[in-house]
C-alpha cells in the first residue's frame, strides 16, 4: 500500500500502516560484513511482513556483539540486555509476568552454548512462547575471537591455536531438550533466514533458530565451518519454505505430494517445497537422524528441521489468567487471610 507520509514522499506501508523504518533500529556498530547484521535485517523486514505491532514485542539478549543486535531493529519495542548467559531466565519472568507480549531474543554461542547453556535448555523445558535466535559463529566475537563451544574440533585460529574439543550442536541441544520449534539456517541464505523468523513468530511455544552467522574479523577463513564460504558451499537446505499469515489465501500451487503444509498456533501457515527428498519436521526421531546425519557428512542442513504445535505452554501449563498477571489489581493477587492461614497450617 502506498500512502503519503508527515514527511514528504510516498511510502510504502503494511496493513497496519507501518512502513519499513518504522522497524528499524540504530545504526550498527558491528563490523561491515558481520552475519549478526544481515539477520538484523531480516528481523526487520520479517516484522514488517507479517503486520507485527512493535509496542507488543520485547526484546532480550545477553553479551556478545549478536546480544548487542536488537539495539539494531524495533526500536520501538521493549527491551532487556541481560548478564551473560542469563538471557533466558530474564526471559521466562518477564514473559510469565505478561503473557500478551512476543519475546523475541538474540544470542550467540559463547552467550548460549558455553556460559548460558543450563539457562538455555530450561527455558526450552518450559515451552514458553519466545523466538530465540543463536547468531552462531563458533567464537567468542566481541572479546576478540576466542573459540566457543560450537567451534569445530580442529579449528586454527591465528591467535589461538588449535581447538582441540569436539563442538556442541545447538540445534540437536535444542531437540533433545525437547524444544517444540527447531530450525538451523544461515546468514548467507536471508530469505530462509525470513521465512523461518515469521514462522517462529507465529510459534505458541519457544523457537529456536540456530543461525551460521559468520564473524568476518576472526573466524571467516573458507576452510572455517562457521564462514561464509563454507556455507554457501556447504549449505543442504531441507526445503524451500513460504510463510503465509492467517489472513491471506495461499495462493501458491504446487502438484500433489510436493509440499507439506503446517498450521501454525495463530492460524497461519508454513508451506515447505520439497526438495529433492521428502522429509515431515513433526517427526521428531527423523529430526535428530537428519541432524546427526547432517554432522557425520560435515554439510551445513538448514530449514525447519523439527515443529510440534501441541505442547502446551508454559502459559497454558500454569493456566494463567487472561489479564497478564503484572497488570492484575493487588486485590485480585494478594492471598487472603483465610488461605495464608491455610498454607501455614499445611507447614507447621
Ligand atoms: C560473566 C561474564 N563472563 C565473561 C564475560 C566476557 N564476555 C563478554 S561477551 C563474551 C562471549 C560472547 O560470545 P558470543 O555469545 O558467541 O557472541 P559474539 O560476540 O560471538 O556474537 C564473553 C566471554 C562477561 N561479559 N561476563
Ligand atoms: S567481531 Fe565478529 S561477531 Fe563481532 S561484530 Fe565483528 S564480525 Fe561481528
Ligand atoms: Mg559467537
Redesign the pocket.
Known amino acids: 500500500m502506498d500512502v503519503q507520509t508527515a514527511n514528504g514522499p510516498r511510502s510504502q506501508v503494511n496493513l497496519i500502516g507501518l512502513s519499513r523504518a518504522d522497524y528499524r533500529g540504530n545504526p550498527t556498530t558491528l563490523c561491515q560484513g558481520c552475519g549478526?547484521n544481515s539477520i538484523s535485517n531480516q528481523i526487520i523486514s520479517a516484522a514488517y511482513e507479517v503486520n507485527l505491532e512493535p509496542e507488543s514485542v520485547v526484546k532480550f539478549s545477553?553479551?556478545?556483539?549478536?546480544?548487542k543486535s536488537p539495539t539494531y531493529f524495533l526500536n520501538r519495542s521493549f527491551g532487556f540486555n541481560g548478564?551473560?548467559?542469563r538471557m533466558p531466565s530474564l526471559a521466562t519472568g518477564a514473559l510469565f509476568g505478561d503473557h500478551t507480549l512476543k519475546g523475541l531474543a538474540v544470542?550467540?554461542?559463547?552467550?548460549?552454548a558455553?556460559?548460558g547453556m543450563g539457562q538455555f535448555k530450561h527455558a526450552i523445558r518450559r515451552n514458553l512462547r519466545l523466538v530465540y535466535i543463536v547468531?552462531n559463529?563458533g567464537?567468542?566475537?566481541?572479546?576478540k575471537g576466542?573459540f566457543?563451544a560450537t567451534a569445530e574440533m580442529g579449528l586454527r585460529l591465528k591467535n589461538q591455536g588449535t581447538n582441540p574439543y569436539m563442538p556442541i550442536d545447538i540445534a540437536l541441544e535444542a531437540l533433545v531438550g525437547n524444544a517444540t520449534f527447531v530450525a538451523r539456517s544461515f546468514a548467507g541464505d536471508p530469505k530462509q533466514v525470513k521465512e523461518l523468523i515469521k514462522a517462529a513468530l507465529s510459534h505458541g511455544g519457544i523457537s529456536v533458530l540456530d543461525i551460521i552467522s559468520p564473524?568476518v574479523t576472526f573466524n571467516n577463513q573458507d576452510s572455517a565451518m562457521h564462514s561464509y564460504t563454507w556455507g554457501k558451499e556447504h549449505e543442504v537446505a531441507l526445503h524451500e519454505l513460504s510463510f503465509v499469515p492467517p489472513a491471506e489465501e495461499i495462493m501458491i500451487e504446487y502438484g500433489e505430494g510436493e509440499a507439506k503444509e503446517v498450521t501454525m498456533h495463530d492460524g497461519s501457515t508454513v508451506i515447505l517445497k520439497k526438495l529433492g527428498k521428502d522429509y515431515d519436521p513433526t517427526n521428531r526421531s527423523e529430526a535428530l537422524r537428519v541432524l546427526e546425519e547432517a554432522n557425520a557428512q560435515q554439510v551445513l542442513l538448514t530449514g525447519l528441521i523439527y515443529i510440534n504445535t501441541e505442547q502446551p505452554s508454559l502459559r497454558e501449563i500454569y493456566n494463567i489468567t487472561e489479564t497478564p498477571l503484572n497488570r492484575l489489581s493487588q486485590e485480585r493477587i494478594r492471598p487472603s487471610r483465610e488461605s495464608m492461614e491455610m498454607v501455614n497450617g499445611l507447614m507447621f
Open positions: 549478526h545477553g553479551i556478545g556483539c549478536s546480544s548478564l551473560h548467559g544470542s550467540g554461542d559463547g552467550d548460549t558455553s556460559i547468531e559463529n567464537v567468542y566475537g566481541l572479546t576466542q566457543s564473524c
